[in-house]
């Protein structure tokens, strides 16, 4: 038999599985990493102790100023985010809602990610190393290039790899004493391409010191989004032309590029 309900008591019944539904929304697990700022290391000077570069085979300049590759820290692939978590990164500049898919690869357990990050900054490694060398004219001769830095893994590297080789091994100088950021990966023939996290990625190099950031040039509106004061913007897309920006504006003569 059914009766009818008062307002209050129908407002009543309704009102607990919607208060459920609330909070199946609220507390249940979504798709996404949450990332901010993260480290940045000077590719020309030590990390952890170590120099980043080390170069046998061919003699070396001292260099000035700074290189330094940037990097982004998101909830590990198997953290729970939750609705509050994104609406709280909805307001704050110095952190970002990413799908998890966009910062690790999807169906890996944590090991087989951060396997997966080592062998894809080796592979920068080995393509930076080339990349430079050709750069040089140097390909042929028998110089061995070691590249370290603990605990950053993926490609996105490979553009500063790249110009801290050339800055040493090179006959001039690229920073002009500045704190230069970048990122961006690199390929063996030489070309810049995108990595995605340049907002944040622009805020850690400010932090750190730096008044000209290095961009691959398909980014260049993502960077301007959250910009810094004080960071200047050079779009990129191959190593020659991040060279010649950076000698251009020591020399303060020629085009420098702009976002």
């Known amino acids: 038999m059914l009766s009818r309900l008062s307002r209050p008591q129908f407002l009543a019944v309704c009102g607990v599985p919607v208060v459920g539904l609330l909070a199946a929304v609220l507390f249940a697990p979504l798709p996404f990493s949450v990332a901010q700022p993260g480290l940045t290391a000077d590719v020309l000077g030590k990390n952890r102790g170590a120099e980043v570069i080390t170069i046998?085979?061919?003699?070396?300049?001292?260099?000035?100023?700074?290189?330094?590759?940037?990097?982004?820290?998101?909830?590990?692939?198997?953290?729970?985010?939750?609705?509050?978590?994104?609406?709280?990164?909805?307001?704050d500049t110095d952190r970002a809602v990413m799908p998890r898919d966009a910062v690790y690869p999807s169906g890996d357990d944590v090991g087989?990610?951060?396997?997966?990050?080592?062998?894809?900054?080796?592979?920068?490694?080995?393509?930076?190393?080339?990349?430079?060398?050709?750069?040089?004219?140097?390909?042929?001769e028998d110089i061995d290039v070691d590249l370290r830095l603990e605990d950053v893994g993926g490609p996105s590297a490979g553009l500063l790899?790249?110009?801290?080789?050339?800055?040493?091994?090179?006959?001039?100088?690229?920073?002009g004493g500045r704190v230069v950021a970048g990122t961006g990966t690199i390929t063996t023939g030489g070309k810049v391409g995108a990595v995605g996290g340049v907002p944040l990625k622009t805020q850690a190099a400010r932090r750190d010191g730096a008044t000209v950031f290095l961009v691959p040039k398909a980014e260049c509106s993502d960077a301007r989004a959250e910009l810094p004061e004080g960071l200047r913007l050079i779009p990129v897309t191959t190593l020659k032309g991040a060279v010649d920006s950076l000698k251009a504006l020591e020399a303060g003569k020629g085009d420098?590029?702009?976002c």
């Open 56 to 91: 046998k085979g061919a003699p070396t300049r001292e260099t000035s100023g700074q290189l330094r590759m940037t990097t982004i820290e998101a909830t590990g692939p198997d953290a729970s985010v939750h609705l509050g978590d994104v609406l709280g990164s909805w307001f």
């Open 112 to 140: 087989e990610i951060e396997q997966y990050n080592q062998e894809q900054m080796k592979e920068s490694q080995d393509a930076a190393t080339t990349a430079a060398l050709d750069y040089l004219r140097l390909g042929d």
């Open 161 to 175: 790899f790249s110009l801290g080789i050339v800055d040493k091994l090179g006959t001039g100088d690229l920073t």
């Open 256 to 258: 420098v590029p702009a």
